[in-house]
């Protein structure tokens, strides 16, 4: 019986943190890519492993990773991985603990599995289409909250210049931050906090995996127009993203000056 595209992932995610977690971020040989920041040789040794792995097992599925030259062959399958070796390479060379391996599959745009694990942490964030979602196979669900004020809000600070918000007015949220971009969208699939916003274009692999991890648990999701998250594009980047409780996401989308009239 063939294992699962699920199951494939998951398999893959624990995988990758073992190859990770052989090197020393703080010494680990890094170069920049021009216009997407440093990369490591960890980076690459997962990728590679990935490439080997998932492509092994489903060699008929397209492949986008961002360690990998994009050669548009993908747009021709119908499932292609997405696949971000190490979300948070900067964490990871500072020694810290909160980067993480996204790891999806989508079908005609739409994400159908996830996976992400942050293994300094030992946290494993799944989901499947129409399968729930969970953190180490424990089930997780988004928070209740619909008021914006006070809400629990994952997002740089440039996010918060008055001039993305209608009116020029911020709301009063309380603010935090990750530099993981996978590991925010999972905090607010397990409910730690209400909503999480990045308004300029975000690559597909930083945000596939935890597209469907938060929808699966019950949150709402859309770039910053408000429109639905597409996957698998010629360039593979969606208009910024806007993720938060099923309550909330309206009224915080409503309230960006991005918002449609």
Do not use: C
Request: glycine share 10%.
């Amino acid at each position: 019986m063939q294992e699962s595209d699920l199951d494939l992932l998951i398999r893959a995610a624990r995988a990758s943190g073992e190859i990770a977690l052989r090197y020393s971020g703080e010494t680990a040989k890094s170069w920049d890519k021009p216009g997407q920041g440093p990369v490591t040789e960890a980076d690459m040794a997962v990728n590679d492993m990935l490439a080997e792995m998932l492509r092994g097992a489903r060699p008929d599925y397209g492949w986008l990773s961002e360690e990998t030259e994009d050669g548009g062959d993908r747009l021709a399958a119908d499932r292609v991985f997405i696949i971000d070796p190490i979300d948070g390479t900067r964490s990871f060379m500072k020694g810290e603990t909160t980067w993480a391996h996204s790891l999806a599959i989508a079908e005609h745009g739409e994400v159908i599995a996830a996976a992400i694990f942050l293994p300094m942490k030992d946290r494993l964030y799944s989901a499947g289409k129409g399968l729930g979602a969970s953190k180490n196979d424990a089930p997780i669900r988004a928070s209740r909250q619909t008021d914006l004020e006070g809400a629990r809000m994952l997002a740089a600070k440039p996010s918060y210049d008055p001039t993305n918000w209608r009116g020029g007015k911020v709301p009063p949220v309380r603010r935090s931050y990750r530099p993981s971009l996978a590991y925010r969208l999972s905090l607010v699939a397990e409910g730690r906090y209400d909503a999480m916003l990045t308004l300029r274009k975000s690559w597909e692999w930083d945000i596939a995996a935890g597209d469907l991890i938060l929808r699966e648990a019950g949150a709402v999701t859309s770039d910053r127009n408000g429109g639905p998250l597409r996957f698998n594009n010629p360039l593979p980047q969606v208009d910024g993203v806007v993720a938060a409780a099923p309550g909330l996401h309206g009224v915080l989308s409503r309230s960006l000056a991005f918002w449609p009239d």
